[in-house]
Protein backbone atom coordinates (compact mmCIF):
# COMPACT_ATOMS: atom_id res chain seq x y z
CA UNK A 1 0.00 0.00 0.00
CA UNK A 2 3.00 2.33 0.63
CA UNK A 3 4.40 1.71 -2.87
CA UNK A 4 1.12 2.16 -4.14
CA UNK A 5 0.29 5.19 -2.58
CA UNK A 6 3.61 6.77 -3.48
CA UNK A 7 3.06 6.18 -7.09
CA UNK A 8 -0.20 7.87 -6.71
CA UNK A 9 2.09 10.76 -5.43
CA UNK A 10 4.20 10.86 -8.02
CA UNK A 11 1.54 10.53 -10.91
CA UNK A 12 -0.83 13.35 -9.32
CA UNK A 13 1.92 16.03 -8.99
CA UNK A 14 3.32 15.87 -11.91
CA UNK A 15 1.93 17.29 -15.36
CA UNK A 16 4.92 15.56 -17.58
CA UNK A 17 4.05 12.77 -19.78
CA UNK A 18 7.49 11.51 -19.60
CA UNK A 19 7.99 11.77 -15.70
CA UNK A 20 4.50 9.71 -15.41
CA UNK A 21 6.18 7.45 -17.71
CA UNK A 22 9.34 7.28 -15.26
CA UNK A 23 7.29 7.03 -12.69
CA UNK A 24 4.79 3.89 -13.84
CA UNK A 25 8.03 1.64 -15.44
CA UNK A 26 9.73 2.38 -11.71
CA UNK A 27 6.86 0.65 -10.19
CA UNK A 28 6.12 -1.98 -12.16
CA UNK A 29 9.78 -3.11 -12.32
CA UNK A 30 9.46 -3.72 -9.04
CA UNK A 31 6.34 -4.47 -7.65
CA UNK A 32 4.72 -7.64 -6.46
CA UNK A 33 2.51 -8.76 -9.59
CA UNK A 34 -0.35 -9.27 -7.58
CA UNK A 35 -0.12 -5.58 -6.36
CA UNK A 36 0.59 -4.43 -10.26
CA UNK A 37 -2.29 -6.71 -11.45
CA UNK A 38 -4.51 -4.16 -9.51
CA UNK A 39 -2.57 -0.80 -10.24
CA UNK A 40 -3.13 -1.53 -14.02
CA UNK A 41 -6.76 -2.11 -12.97
CA UNK A 42 -6.68 1.10 -11.87
CA UNK A 43 -4.95 3.23 -13.95
CA UNK A 44 -6.02 1.23 -17.08
CA UNK A 45 -9.89 2.54 -16.77
CA UNK A 46 -11.01 0.06 -13.84
CA UNK A 47 -13.90 2.22 -12.02
CA UNK A 48 -13.72 0.64 -8.57
CA UNK A 49 -17.26 0.88 -6.71
CA UNK A 50 -17.88 2.78 -3.76
CA UNK A 51 -17.94 0.21 -0.84
CA UNK A 52 -18.49 2.89 2.26
CA UNK A 53 -20.97 5.34 2.09
CA UNK A 54 -19.68 8.77 2.28
CA UNK A 55 -22.32 9.89 4.99
CA UNK A 56 -21.32 7.10 7.42
CA UNK A 57 -17.10 8.28 6.63
CA UNK A 58 -18.25 11.67 7.32
CA UNK A 59 -20.06 10.74 10.60
CA UNK A 60 -17.11 8.71 11.91
CA UNK A 61 -14.35 10.54 10.62
CA UNK A 62 -16.20 13.70 12.83
CA UNK A 63 -16.12 11.64 15.25
CA UNK A 64 -12.40 10.33 15.44
CA UNK A 65 -11.27 14.19 14.64
CA UNK A 66 -13.35 15.41 17.11
CA UNK A 67 -15.22 17.94 15.21
CA UNK A 68 -18.48 19.67 15.50
CA UNK A 69 -19.90 19.39 11.69
CA UNK A 70 -20.05 23.22 10.96
CA UNK A 71 -15.79 22.86 11.24
CA UNK A 72 -15.60 19.34 9.47
CA UNK A 73 -17.70 21.26 6.66
CA UNK A 74 -15.58 23.77 6.38
CA UNK A 75 -12.50 22.50 6.02
CA UNK A 76 -14.14 20.07 2.85
CA UNK A 77 -14.79 23.48 1.73
CA UNK A 78 -11.17 24.24 2.03
CA UNK A 79 -9.57 21.03 0.96
CA UNK A 80 -12.23 20.72 -1.88
CA UNK A 81 -12.01 16.75 -1.89
CA UNK A 82 -13.57 14.42 0.64
CA UNK A 83 -10.96 12.11 0.38
CA UNK A 84 -7.97 14.63 1.40
CA UNK A 85 -10.29 16.39 3.66
CA UNK A 86 -10.65 13.22 6.01
CA UNK A 87 -7.31 11.63 5.22
CA UNK A 88 -5.75 14.87 6.55
CA UNK A 89 -7.79 15.36 9.52
CA UNK A 90 -7.90 11.79 11.28
CA UNK A 91 -5.32 11.64 14.31
CA UNK A 92 -2.02 9.74 13.72
CA UNK A 93 -1.77 6.02 13.14
CA UNK A 94 -1.31 4.03 16.40
CA UNK A 95 -0.19 0.85 14.42
CA UNK A 96 1.95 -0.24 11.07
CA UNK A 97 1.56 -2.21 8.60
CA UNK A 98 3.45 -3.96 5.99
CA UNK A 99 0.74 -4.66 3.54
CA UNK A 100 0.72 -4.52 -0.08
CA UNK A 101 -2.14 -3.46 -2.67
CA UNK A 102 -4.10 -6.39 -2.37
CA UNK A 103 -3.66 -7.27 0.68
CA UNK A 104 -5.38 -4.17 1.29
CA UNK A 105 -7.83 -5.18 -1.52
CA UNK A 106 -8.73 -8.34 -1.16
CA UNK A 107 -8.12 -8.72 2.70
CA UNK A 108 -10.11 -5.58 4.11
CA UNK A 109 -11.50 -3.38 1.77
CA UNK A 110 -13.85 -5.27 -0.50
CA UNK A 111 -15.19 -6.88 2.58
CA UNK A 112 -16.28 -3.89 3.29
CA UNK A 113 -19.33 -3.99 1.11
CA UNK A 114 -22.42 -5.20 3.33
CA UNK A 115 -21.11 -5.19 6.77
CA UNK A 116 -23.45 -4.21 9.03
CA UNK A 117 -22.86 -0.76 11.02
CA UNK A 118 -21.71 -1.71 14.18
CA UNK A 119 -19.12 -3.93 12.04
CA UNK A 120 -18.43 -1.60 9.62
CA UNK A 121 -17.34 1.35 12.16
CA UNK A 122 -14.98 -0.54 13.91
CA UNK A 123 -13.53 -2.13 11.32
CA UNK A 124 -12.45 1.26 9.51
CA UNK A 125 -11.43 2.83 12.83
CA UNK A 126 -9.28 -0.02 12.95
CA UNK A 127 -7.27 0.41 9.22
CA UNK A 128 -7.54 4.05 9.93
CA UNK A 129 -5.15 3.32 12.80
CA UNK A 130 -2.38 1.11 10.54
CA UNK A 131 -2.64 3.89 7.29
CA UNK A 132 -0.25 7.50 7.33
CA UNK A 133 -1.65 9.98 5.50
CA UNK A 134 -0.44 9.97 2.65
CA UNK A 135 -2.10 6.09 2.43
CA UNK A 136 -4.84 7.41 3.85
CA UNK A 137 -5.29 9.98 1.02
CA UNK A 138 -5.65 6.63 -2.22
CA UNK A 139 -7.58 4.30 0.99
CA UNK A 140 -10.29 6.77 1.22
CA UNK A 141 -10.14 7.58 -3.08
CA UNK A 142 -10.59 3.84 -3.39
CA UNK A 143 -13.24 3.00 -0.96
CA UNK A 144 -15.86 6.25 -1.80
CA UNK A 145 -15.46 5.47 -5.67
CA UNK A 146 -13.85 8.40 -6.90
CA UNK A 147 -10.28 7.55 -7.30
CA UNK A 148 -8.76 8.85 -10.69
CA UNK A 149 -5.83 10.51 -11.67
CA UNK A 150 -4.32 12.03 -14.72
CA UNK A 151 -3.15 9.15 -16.65
CA UNK A 152 -4.11 7.55 -19.66
CA UNK A 153 -4.72 3.44 -20.69
CA UNK A 154 -1.84 4.89 -23.25
CA UNK A 155 0.47 5.30 -20.48
CA UNK A 156 -0.54 2.93 -18.95
CA UNK A 157 -0.09 0.48 -21.82
CA UNK A 158 3.52 2.09 -22.96
CA UNK A 159 5.07 1.61 -19.47
CA UNK A 160 3.79 -2.18 -19.91
CA UNK A 161 5.17 -2.51 -23.26
CA UNK A 162 8.52 -1.07 -21.83
CA UNK A 163 9.26 -3.19 -19.06
CA UNK A 164 8.43 -6.42 -20.37
CA UNK A 165 9.86 -5.70 -23.90
CA UNK A 166 6.61 -6.64 -25.82
CA UNK A 167 5.10 -4.65 -28.50
CA UNK A 168 2.75 -2.31 -27.39
CA UNK A 169 -0.14 -3.06 -29.44
CA UNK A 170 0.30 -6.58 -28.21
CA UNK A 171 0.00 -5.52 -24.73
CA UNK A 172 -3.20 -3.63 -25.80
CA UNK A 173 -4.81 -6.99 -27.13
CA UNK A 174 -3.59 -8.09 -23.47
CA UNK A 175 -5.38 -5.86 -21.48
CA UNK A 176 -8.89 -5.80 -23.75
CA UNK A 177 -11.52 -6.99 -20.66
CA UNK A 178 -9.00 -6.31 -18.06
CA UNK A 179 -10.79 -3.75 -16.17
CA UNK A 180 -14.31 -4.81 -16.70
CA UNK A 181 -16.68 -3.86 -13.70
CA UNK A 182 -16.64 -6.85 -11.05
CA UNK A 183 -12.91 -7.80 -12.32
CA UNK A 184 -10.80 -8.73 -9.42
CA UNK A 185 -7.12 -8.71 -11.34
CA UNK A 186 -4.73 -11.36 -9.98
CA UNK A 187 -1.15 -12.04 -9.82
CA UNK A 188 -1.07 -14.67 -12.86
CA UNK A 189 -3.47 -12.31 -14.87
CA UNK A 190 -0.67 -9.75 -14.49
CA UNK A 191 2.06 -12.09 -15.49
CA UNK A 192 0.04 -12.67 -18.77
CA UNK A 193 -0.30 -9.10 -19.67
CA UNK A 194 3.89 -8.91 -19.84
CA UNK A 195 4.81 -12.27 -20.46
CA UNK A 196 7.18 -12.41 -23.70
CA UNK A 197 5.47 -15.62 -25.39
CA UNK A 198 1.46 -14.70 -27.01
CA UNK A 199 0.67 -18.05 -26.38
CA UNK A 200 1.95 -18.00 -22.81
CA UNK A 201 0.02 -13.96 -22.44
CA UNK A 202 -3.12 -14.99 -23.61
CA UNK A 203 -5.59 -18.10 -23.59
CA UNK A 204 -6.84 -19.00 -27.28
CA UNK A 205 -8.88 -15.85 -28.26
CA UNK A 206 -10.90 -18.40 -30.30
CA UNK A 207 -12.65 -19.13 -27.29
CA UNK A 208 -12.27 -16.32 -25.11
CA UNK A 209 -15.07 -13.59 -25.12
CA UNK A 210 -12.83 -10.57 -25.34
CA UNK A 211 -13.06 -7.90 -27.69
CA UNK A 212 -10.40 -6.22 -30.17
CA UNK A 213 -8.70 -3.21 -29.23
CA UNK A 214 -11.11 0.00 -30.60
CA UNK A 215 -9.58 1.54 -33.93
CA UNK A 216 -10.26 5.87 -33.02
CA UNK A 217 -10.91 8.42 -35.23
CA UNK A 218 -9.01 11.46 -34.89
CA UNK A 219 -10.82 14.80 -35.12
CA UNK A 220 -10.90 16.72 -38.89
CA UNK A 221 -11.14 20.56 -39.06
CA UNK A 222 -10.00 21.52 -42.35
CA UNK A 223 -12.12 23.65 -44.37
CA UNK A 224 -13.73 21.77 -46.92
CA UNK A 225 -11.40 23.64 -49.65
CA UNK A 226 -8.37 22.20 -48.24
CA UNK A 227 -9.86 18.29 -48.26
CA UNK A 228 -8.52 17.72 -51.63
CA UNK A 229 -4.74 19.03 -51.04
CA UNK A 230 -4.92 17.17 -47.69
CA UNK A 231 -6.83 14.03 -48.21
CA UNK A 232 -7.23 13.19 -51.80
CA UNK A 233 -10.49 12.76 -53.70
CA UNK A 234 -13.72 10.94 -51.93
CA UNK A 235 -12.74 7.97 -54.25
CA UNK A 236 -9.98 7.16 -51.36
CA UNK A 237 -12.29 6.85 -48.45
CA UNK A 238 -14.96 4.97 -47.15
CA UNK A 239 -17.84 7.53 -46.46
CA UNK A 240 -20.28 7.26 -43.39
CA UNK A 241 -22.81 8.69 -40.52
CA UNK A 242 -20.90 9.14 -37.61
CA UNK A 243 -24.14 7.72 -35.52
CA UNK A 244 -24.32 9.05 -31.81
CA UNK A 245 -24.86 6.47 -29.71
CA UNK A 246 -22.71 3.76 -27.41
CA UNK A 247 -19.41 2.10 -29.53
CA UNK A 248 -19.55 -1.65 -29.02
CA UNK A 249 -17.96 -4.85 -30.44
CA UNK A 250 -20.11 -7.60 -30.48
CA UNK A 251 -18.41 -11.10 -29.70
CA UNK A 252 -19.74 -14.89 -30.97
CA UNK A 253 -17.11 -17.62 -30.19
CA UNK A 254 -17.58 -20.90 -28.62
CA UNK A 255 -21.35 -20.88 -27.98
CA UNK A 256 -20.78 -17.49 -25.91
CA UNK A 257 -22.05 -14.05 -26.79
CA UNK A 258 -20.41 -10.84 -25.35
CA UNK A 259 -21.54 -7.17 -26.16
CA UNK A 260 -19.01 -4.72 -24.85
CA UNK A 261 -18.34 -0.58 -24.95
CA UNK A 262 -15.51 0.97 -25.97
CA UNK A 263 -15.20 1.52 -21.92
CA UNK A 264 -14.26 -2.13 -21.42
CA UNK A 265 -18.14 -2.51 -19.99
CA UNK A 266 -19.50 -5.90 -20.57
CA UNK A 267 -22.61 -5.08 -21.14
CA UNK A 268 -24.58 -8.05 -23.12
CA UNK A 269 -27.90 -8.52 -19.79
CA UNK A 270 -28.40 -5.00 -21.08
CA UNK A 271 -29.52 -5.40 -24.50
CA UNK A 272 -30.97 -8.23 -24.58
CA UNK A 273 -32.06 -8.42 -28.25
CA UNK A 274 -28.37 -7.76 -28.98
CA UNK A 275 -27.27 -10.95 -27.38
CA UNK A 276 -30.05 -12.42 -29.43
CA UNK A 277 -28.59 -11.25 -32.65
CA UNK A 278 -24.85 -12.72 -31.60
CA UNK A 279 -26.56 -15.93 -31.49
CA UNK A 280 -27.79 -15.47 -35.13
CA UNK A 281 -24.67 -14.73 -36.56
CA UNK A 282 -22.09 -17.45 -37.37
CA UNK A 283 -19.63 -18.77 -35.01
CA UNK A 284 -16.20 -16.79 -35.00
CA UNK A 285 -17.56 -13.65 -36.06
CA UNK A 286 -16.74 -9.90 -34.16
CA UNK A 287 -18.73 -6.97 -35.56
CA UNK A 288 -17.56 -3.24 -34.80
CA UNK A 289 -21.11 -0.89 -34.33
CA UNK A 290 -23.18 1.59 -32.47
CA UNK A 291 -25.70 0.74 -30.20
CA UNK A 292 -28.63 2.78 -30.63
CA UNK A 293 -32.60 3.48 -30.69
CA UNK A 294 -33.66 2.50 -33.79
CA UNK A 295 -37.07 3.38 -35.59
CA UNK A 296 -37.82 1.09 -38.19
CA UNK A 297 -41.18 2.31 -39.33
CA UNK A 298 -39.94 5.89 -39.51
CA UNK A 299 -39.14 7.86 -42.52
CA UNK A 300 -36.29 6.79 -44.70
CA UNK A 301 -34.05 9.13 -43.96
CA UNK A 302 -30.55 6.72 -43.89
CA UNK A 303 -31.50 4.16 -47.27
CA UNK A 304 -32.07 2.04 -43.89
CA UNK A 305 -35.88 1.14 -43.46
CA UNK A 306 -35.24 3.33 -40.68
CA UNK A 307 -33.94 6.00 -38.41
CA UNK A 308 -31.96 6.33 -35.31
CA UNK A 309 -33.39 8.18 -32.30
CA UNK A 310 -32.23 10.36 -30.20
CA UNK A 311 -28.89 9.73 -27.99
CA UNK A 312 -31.77 10.77 -24.55
CA UNK A 313 -33.92 7.63 -25.52
CA UNK A 314 -31.03 5.51 -25.09
CA UNK A 315 -29.98 6.76 -21.96
CA UNK A 316 -33.65 5.29 -20.42
CA UNK A 317 -32.10 1.79 -21.08
CA UNK A 318 -28.57 2.42 -19.70
CA UNK A 319 -28.00 1.73 -16.36
CA UNK A 320 -31.51 0.28 -16.04
CA UNK A 321 -31.45 -3.31 -13.79
CA UNK A 322 -34.92 -4.05 -14.71
CA UNK A 323 -36.14 -4.45 -18.71
CA UNK A 324 -39.76 -4.77 -19.06
CA UNK A 325 -41.25 -5.49 -22.08
CA UNK A 326 -43.07 -2.69 -22.22
CA UNK A 327 -39.42 -0.54 -22.49
CA UNK A 328 -38.16 -3.21 -24.72
CA UNK A 329 -40.99 -3.00 -27.03
CA UNK A 330 -40.87 1.56 -27.18
CA UNK A 331 -36.89 1.61 -27.15
CA UNK A 332 -35.81 -1.40 -29.18
CA UNK A 333 -32.08 -0.80 -29.82
CA UNK A 334 -30.06 -2.32 -33.02
CA UNK A 335 -26.34 -2.69 -33.80
CA UNK A 336 -25.37 -0.47 -36.58
CA UNK A 337 -22.59 -2.40 -38.32
CA UNK A 338 -19.73 -0.80 -39.80
CA UNK A 339 -17.02 -2.91 -39.55
CA UNK A 340 -16.12 -6.69 -39.79
CA UNK A 341 -12.89 -7.57 -37.60
CA UNK A 342 -13.50 -11.67 -37.30
CA UNK A 343 -14.99 -14.19 -39.24
CA UNK A 344 -14.92 -17.96 -38.67
CA UNK A 345 -12.35 -17.24 -36.67
CA UNK A 346 -10.01 -15.57 -38.43
CA UNK A 347 -8.89 -11.76 -37.63
CA UNK A 348 -9.37 -9.56 -40.58
CA UNK A 349 -7.78 -6.41 -38.91
CA UNK A 350 -4.99 -6.85 -40.98
CA UNK A 351 -6.69 -6.56 -44.29
CA UNK A 352 -7.66 -3.14 -46.33
CA UNK A 353 -11.22 -1.39 -44.71
CA UNK A 354 -12.55 -1.43 -47.90
CA UNK A 355 -12.58 -5.43 -48.33
CA UNK A 356 -13.56 -5.64 -44.43
CA UNK A 357 -16.68 -3.62 -45.24
CA UNK A 358 -17.41 -5.89 -48.07
CA UNK A 359 -17.00 -8.65 -46.34
CA UNK A 360 -19.52 -7.10 -43.68
CA UNK A 361 -22.73 -6.63 -46.30
CA UNK A 362 -22.29 -10.18 -47.22
CA UNK A 363 -22.57 -11.31 -44.52
CA UNK A 364 -25.49 -9.10 -42.96
CA UNK A 365 -27.07 -9.82 -46.44
CA UNK A 366 -26.91 -13.81 -45.46
CA UNK A 367 -27.91 -13.06 -41.99
CA UNK A 368 -30.68 -10.89 -41.68
CA UNK A 369 -31.83 -9.97 -38.30
CA UNK A 370 -34.24 -7.11 -36.87
CA UNK A 371 -31.44 -5.79 -34.72
CA UNK A 372 -28.85 -5.71 -37.43
CA UNK A 373 -28.57 -2.58 -39.35
CA UNK A 374 -25.93 -1.80 -41.58
CA UNK A 375 -23.87 1.72 -41.52
CA UNK A 376 -24.61 3.28 -44.90
CA UNK A 377 -22.05 4.65 -46.96
CA UNK A 378 -22.23 7.76 -48.21
CA UNK A 379 -21.30 8.89 -51.94
CA UNK A 380 -20.64 12.00 -53.64
CA UNK A 381 -17.74 13.32 -56.59
CA UNK A 382 -16.64 15.90 -54.85
CA UNK A 383 -15.97 17.13 -51.04
CA UNK A 384 -18.69 19.78 -51.54
CA UNK A 385 -21.04 17.71 -52.81
CA UNK A 386 -20.07 15.53 -49.29
CA UNK A 387 -20.30 18.91 -47.13
CA UNK A 388 -23.69 19.19 -48.59
CA UNK A 389 -24.83 15.86 -47.32
CA UNK A 390 -23.69 16.51 -44.36
CA UNK A 391 -25.06 19.28 -43.78
CA UNK A 392 -28.45 16.93 -43.29
CA UNK A 393 -26.92 15.40 -40.24
CA UNK A 394 -28.38 16.87 -37.23
CA UNK A 395 -32.23 16.48 -39.00
CA UNK A 396 -31.00 12.83 -39.34
CA UNK A 397 -29.96 12.79 -35.76
CA UNK A 398 -26.26 11.97 -36.50
CA UNK A 399 -23.36 13.93 -35.67
CA UNK A 400 -21.53 14.23 -39.08
CA UNK A 401 -19.28 12.22 -41.01
CA UNK A 402 -16.84 9.61 -40.64
CA UNK A 403 -14.02 9.22 -43.34
CA UNK A 404 -11.80 5.85 -43.57
CA UNK A 405 -9.20 5.42 -45.70
CA UNK A 406 -10.05 2.27 -48.23
CA UNK A 407 -7.02 1.04 -47.63
CA UNK A 408 -6.74 1.64 -43.94
CA UNK A 409 -6.42 -1.87 -41.61
CA UNK A 410 -7.78 -2.02 -38.16
CA UNK A 411 -5.43 0.06 -35.97
CA UNK A 412 -5.24 0.25 -32.48
CA UNK A 413 -6.06 3.23 -30.47
CA UNK A 414 -5.76 6.51 -32.28
CA UNK A 415 -2.98 5.70 -34.51
CA UNK A 416 -2.32 6.50 -38.42
CA UNK A 417 0.30 3.79 -39.27
CA UNK A 418 -1.72 1.81 -40.65
CA UNK A 419 -4.23 4.36 -42.08
CA UNK A 420 -6.61 6.78 -40.59
CA UNK A 421 -10.13 7.01 -39.76
CA UNK A 422 -11.57 10.86 -39.71
CA UNK A 423 -13.93 12.25 -37.83
CA UNK A 424 -15.62 15.42 -39.84
CA UNK A 425 -18.12 16.31 -36.72
CA UNK A 426 -21.25 19.51 -37.58
CA UNK A 427 -20.31 22.42 -35.70
CA UNK A 428 -21.83 21.92 -32.09
CA UNK A 429 -24.84 23.72 -30.70
CA UNK A 430 -24.55 26.64 -28.73
CA UNK A 431 -25.35 29.38 -26.89
CA UNK A 432 -24.55 32.41 -24.05
CA UNK A 433 -25.02 31.63 -20.30
CA UNK A 434 -24.40 32.66 -17.19
CA UNK A 435 -22.20 31.18 -14.44
CA UNK A 436 -24.13 30.38 -12.05
CA UNK A 437 -22.88 28.17 -9.07
CA UNK A 438 -19.00 26.78 -8.69
CA UNK A 439 -16.87 24.41 -7.37
CA UNK A 440 -13.52 23.39 -6.67
CA UNK A 441 -11.80 20.99 -8.88
CA UNK A 442 -9.37 17.81 -8.77
CA UNK A 443 -5.89 16.68 -8.63
CA UNK A 444 -3.79 20.04 -9.99
CA UNK A 445 -7.00 21.55 -10.33
CA UNK A 446 -7.96 21.21 -6.34
CA UNK A 447 -7.15 24.37 -5.53
CA UNK A 448 -9.24 26.37 -7.84
CA UNK A 449 -12.70 27.05 -8.73
CA UNK A 450 -12.92 25.37 -11.97
CA UNK A 451 -16.03 23.24 -12.33
CA UNK A 452 -18.91 25.65 -13.18
CA UNK A 453 -22.77 25.48 -13.51
CA UNK A 454 -24.31 27.60 -16.13
CA UNK A 455 -28.01 29.15 -16.07
CA UNK A 456 -30.06 31.11 -18.82
CA UNK A 457 -32.71 33.08 -18.17
CA UNK A 458 -36.61 31.68 -17.93
CA UNK A 459 -38.10 34.47 -20.52
CA UNK A 460 -36.80 36.78 -23.26
CA UNK A 461 -35.55 40.35 -22.58
CA UNK A 462 -38.57 42.38 -22.36
CA UNK A 463 -40.47 40.19 -20.08
CA UNK A 464 -41.73 41.57 -17.03
CA UNK A 465 -40.10 38.67 -14.41
CA UNK A 466 -37.73 36.02 -15.41
CA UNK A 467 -34.87 34.34 -13.43
CA UNK A 468 -31.50 32.71 -14.17
CA UNK A 469 -32.58 29.02 -14.30
CA UNK A 470 -29.66 26.46 -13.98
CA UNK A 471 -29.24 23.66 -16.93
CA UNK A 472 -25.77 23.05 -17.61
CA UNK A 473 -22.49 21.98 -16.00
CA UNK A 474 -19.01 22.42 -17.60
CA UNK A 475 -15.27 22.32 -17.14
CA UNK A 476 -13.77 22.21 -19.54
CA UNK A 477 -12.39 24.72 -22.69
CA UNK A 478 -10.68 27.40 -20.55
CA UNK A 479 -7.02 28.17 -20.67
CA UNK A 480 -5.08 28.13 -17.38
CA UNK A 481 -4.85 31.46 -17.55
CA UNK A 482 -8.82 32.12 -18.22
CA UNK A 483 -9.25 30.09 -15.28
CA UNK A 484 -7.23 31.43 -12.66
CA UNK A 485 -8.76 34.90 -13.66
CA UNK A 486 -12.20 32.89 -12.79
CA UNK A 487 -11.02 31.79 -9.61
CA UNK A 488 -10.53 34.82 -8.91
CA UNK A 489 -13.84 36.10 -9.77
CA UNK A 490 -15.57 33.53 -8.17
CA UNK A 491 -14.37 34.59 -4.91
CA UNK A 492 -14.88 37.96 -5.29
CA UNK A 493 -18.65 37.43 -5.84
CA UNK A 494 -19.48 34.60 -3.61
CA UNK A 495 -23.00 35.02 -2.22
CA UNK A 496 -22.95 31.72 0.06
CA UNK A 497 -21.75 28.96 0.23
CA UNK A 498 -23.07 25.20 0.22
CA UNK A 499 -20.24 23.08 1.21
CA UNK A 500 -18.02 23.16 -1.36
CA UNK A 501 -20.17 24.90 -4.02
CA UNK A 502 -20.11 28.05 -4.35
CA UNK A 503 -23.16 30.43 -5.49
CA UNK A 504 -22.34 33.83 -7.16
CA UNK A 505 -23.39 37.05 -8.22
CA UNK A 506 -24.21 36.66 -12.01
CA UNK A 507 -21.71 38.40 -13.50
CA UNK A 508 -20.04 35.89 -16.07
CA UNK A 509 -21.42 35.42 -19.72
CA UNK A 510 -19.82 32.33 -21.35
CA UNK A 511 -20.58 30.83 -24.76
CA UNK A 512 -21.58 26.82 -23.67
CA UNK A 513 -21.03 24.20 -26.75
CA UNK A 514 -22.68 20.83 -26.61
CA UNK A 515 -23.18 17.90 -29.02
CA UNK A 516 -27.40 17.13 -28.42
CA UNK A 517 -29.98 18.77 -26.54
CA UNK A 518 -33.13 17.05 -25.32
CA UNK A 519 -35.99 17.23 -22.35
CA UNK A 520 -36.26 16.24 -19.67
CA UNK A 521 -38.02 16.03 -16.52
CA UNK A 522 -35.10 14.84 -14.18
CA UNK A 523 -34.04 18.92 -15.13
CA UNK A 524 -34.97 21.97 -13.58
CA UNK A 525 -34.41 23.93 -16.47
CA UNK A 526 -36.60 20.51 -18.46
CA UNK A 527 -34.28 20.19 -21.04
CA UNK A 528 -30.67 18.04 -20.83
CA UNK A 529 -27.71 18.98 -23.01
CA UNK A 530 -24.78 16.23 -23.67
CA UNK A 531 -21.53 17.09 -23.35
CA UNK A 532 -21.23 20.56 -22.80
CA UNK A 533 -18.30 22.90 -22.32
CA UNK A 534 -16.89 26.19 -22.61
CA UNK A 535 -16.23 27.34 -26.13
CA UNK A 536 -15.26 31.26 -25.06
CA UNK A 537 -15.72 33.75 -22.37
CA UNK A 538 -18.17 36.41 -23.56
CA UNK A 539 -16.72 39.56 -22.30
CA UNK A 540 -17.93 41.56 -24.55
CA UNK A 541 -21.72 40.18 -23.51
CA UNK A 542 -23.39 41.93 -20.63
CA UNK A 543 -25.43 39.13 -18.36
CA UNK A 544 -28.70 40.53 -18.93
CA UNK A 545 -28.21 39.41 -22.98
CA UNK A 546 -27.28 36.24 -22.20
CA UNK A 547 -30.02 33.41 -24.03
CA UNK A 548 -33.08 32.12 -22.43
CA UNK A 549 -34.77 28.75 -22.79
CA UNK A 550 -36.89 29.75 -25.52
CA UNK A 551 -33.80 29.58 -27.03
CA UNK A 552 -31.96 26.18 -25.60
CA UNK A 553 -35.89 24.68 -26.76
CA UNK A 554 -36.07 26.41 -30.33
CA UNK A 555 -32.64 24.25 -30.29
CA UNK A 556 -34.44 21.02 -29.75
CA UNK A 557 -35.07 18.01 -31.97
CA UNK A 558 -37.86 19.14 -34.51
CA UNK A 559 -38.61 23.02 -32.80
CA UNK A 560 -38.45 23.95 -36.40
CA UNK A 561 -40.81 21.46 -37.73
Do not use: C
Request: charged share 25%.
Amino acid sequence: MKDFAALYQALDASTSSLAKKAALQAYLKQADPADAAWVVYFLGGGKPRQLVPTKVLRALAREAAGLPEWLFDESYEAVGDLAETIALLLPEPTDVHALGLAQWMEQHLLPLRGLAPDALASTLRAQWAMLAVQERLVYFKLITGSFRVGVSRLQVTQALAAVSAVDAKRIAQRLMGYTHLGARPTAPDYLRLVAPAEEAAQPGRETSGYPFPFFLAHPLSLPVQAFEAALGTPSQWVVEWKWDGIRAQLVHRAGGVWLWSRGEELVTDRYPELEALGHALPEGTVLDGEIAVWEHAAAQGLQTGGRVRPFADLQKRIGRKTLGPKLLRELPVVLIAYDLLEEGGQDLRSLPQHERRARLDALLARTPHPALVASPQLHGPSWDDLALQREQARALGVEGLMLKARNAHYGVGRTKDVGVWWKWKIDPLSVDAVLVYAQRGHGRRASLYSDYTFAVWSAPPGADERVLVPFAKAYSGLTDAEMARVDAVVRKTTVESFGPVRSVRPTLVFELGFEGIARSSRHKSGIAVRFPRMLRWREDKPVDEADSLQTLSALLPGAGA
